[in-house]
């Protein structure tokens, strides 16, 4: 599965004009692989991760997402491709308070109406994936910054999506713990054939991913295989 970006323009009012976030920006992720995409705040990082995750429709160009085309799909069909085929990791968790680690997981697959036999089993899986096995009943406020992202990368991957998108991971977490975090997003898109975009101002622990694109004034000025 593949993820698509071509040729997107998007603007935004400004006064009397607009304002371009992106300018005709193409990118090409295939499923198993991790793209960062870098560059200073204010350069279309987070508007070319919107695009993707469909929750904004851009002026021109074509998002494909695992083969299909969004171009013209209503505000539900979107919504159901999200569920379906989009995990989406924000930068900071928003975990529910009340609900355990297994739980952020079971509630996403409650309401994609995944199989209820099927959910528990999927959800403790991904936790021992992600390295929190015995977490499993661990409410938000008692697991760490880090563990908490964690979770919120289990949540993400729930209902199996062929496209991961992942939105400053690593912004609150130390160097250490933004480490793990990374080879941990970098081994769960192989295992699970993701394709990936990973953005970050961040260049450090890049070496890993397999591809590094650098957004600047709105255009993806290049993209360069990891070092």
Known sequence: MTLLV???????????????????????????????????????KSSLLAVAATLVTPDSGRVVVAGR?????????????????????????????????????QVMAHLAGRPARRIRGRALELLDAVGL????????????????????????????????????????????RGAAVLDLLVTLTRERSTATVLVTHDPAHLERVDRTARMADGRLTQTLPAR
């Open 133 to 176: 096995a015995d977490k499993a009943g661990k409410r938000p406020h008692q697991l760490s910054g880090g563990q908490r992202q964690r979770v919120n990368i289990a949540r993400a991957l729930m209902n199996e999506p062929a496209v991961l998108l992942v939105d400053e991971p690593t912004s609150a977490l130390d160097l250490e």
């Open 69 to 105: 085309d969004t171009a013209g799909l209503t505000a539900a069909q979107k919504a159901a491709l999200r569920r379906e085929e989009i995990g989406i990791v924000f930068q900071q968790p928003n975990l529910p308070a009340s609900l355990t680690a297994v739980e952020q997981l």
């Open 6 to 44: 071509h040729d997107v323009t998007l603007t935004y009012p400004d006064g009397d004009g607009r304002l371009t976030a992106l300018d005709r920006v193409r990118l090409e992720v295939p499923g198993g692989t991790l793209t960062a995409v870098i560059g200073p705040s204010g350069s279309g």
